[in-house]
T-cell receptor
Framework: GQQVMQIPQYQHVQEGEDFTTYCNSS?????IQWYKQRPGGHPVFLIQ?????EVKKQKRLTFQFGEAKKNSSLHITATQTTDVGTYFC??????????FGPGTSLSVIP | EAQVTQNPRYLITVTGKKLTVTCSQN?????MSWYRQDPGLGLRQIYY???????DKGDVPEGYKVSRKEKRNFPLILESPSPNQTSLYFC???????????FGPGTRLTVL
């Protein structure tokens, strides 16, 4: 079946280091969304990418959508303790289904 | 305040005792969905609804039922809960499927 994978599953970084999580789909996606879930909280929408090769920035966060619309990445520059949480990608398939990746859990060591 | 509410937030029950988790949104969203979250597996979709009286199975629908009689409400029903349904459940809503989803606070269910 259709799958969305994310790597790495866990990442521990020193505060100030950069962080990247990668999302890969087994099928072409209509769009991809990224969510952040703080420990004990619920997922919160960050951004949506729609176009092939699209790049969007939000302050220290950079989001990319692959040319083939099957992969995406989230890069955080100079991590802060407020970046702690699990980052999920969610891809919409051509059948109006949204599939979430398993998430990347980020820990930031002060 | 625009929000998705779920009740109860925590529930401990026993195998076979029917339960309902309510979900309500006040944003006039057409699309609503239920997910379960388990360690290492992320969010898996149980059921979703594109509009009133329209529901469809997600990836893990076995053992669950839903209904969408009104636009704002999307209850999740476990007719005969089993221990493998112990999980963290999230309800979410959006205007349409390709819009950002707003999640409820979650319901932590334990089935003994």
């Amino acid at each position: 079946g259709q799958q969305v994978m994310q790597i790495p599953q866990y990442q521990h970084v020193q505060e100030g280091e950069d962080f990247t999580t990668y999302c890969n789909s087994s099928t072409t996606l209509s769009n991809i969304q990224w969510y952040k879930q703080r420990p004990g909280g619920h997922p919160v929408f960050l951004i949506q990418l729609v176009k092939s090769g699209e790049v969007k920035k939000q302050k220290r966060l950079t989001f990319q959508f692959g040319e083939a619309k099957k992969n995406s990445s989230l890069h955080i520059t100079a991590t802060q303790t407020t970046d702690v949480g699990t980052y999920f990608c969610a891809g919409e398939t051509s059948y109006d289904k949204v599939i979430f990746g398993p998430g990347t859990s980020l820990s930031v060591i002060p | 305040e625009a929000q998705v509410t779920q009740n109860p937030r925590y529930l401990i029950t026993v195998t076979g005792k029917k339960l309902t988790v309510t979900c309500s949104q006040n944003m006039n969203h057409e699309y609503m969905s239920w997910y379960r979250q388990d360690p290492g597996l992320g969010l898996r979709q149980i059921y979703y609804s594109m509009n009133v009286e329209v529901t469809d199975k997600g990836d893990v629908p076995e053992g669950y039922k839903v209904s969408r009689k009104e636009k704002r409400n999307f209850p999740l029903i476990l007719e005969s809960p089993s221990p493998n349904q112990t999980s963290l459940y999230f309800c979410a809503s959006s205007f349409v499927t390709d819009n950002e989803q707003f999640f409820g606070p979650g319901t932590r269910l334990t089935v003994l």
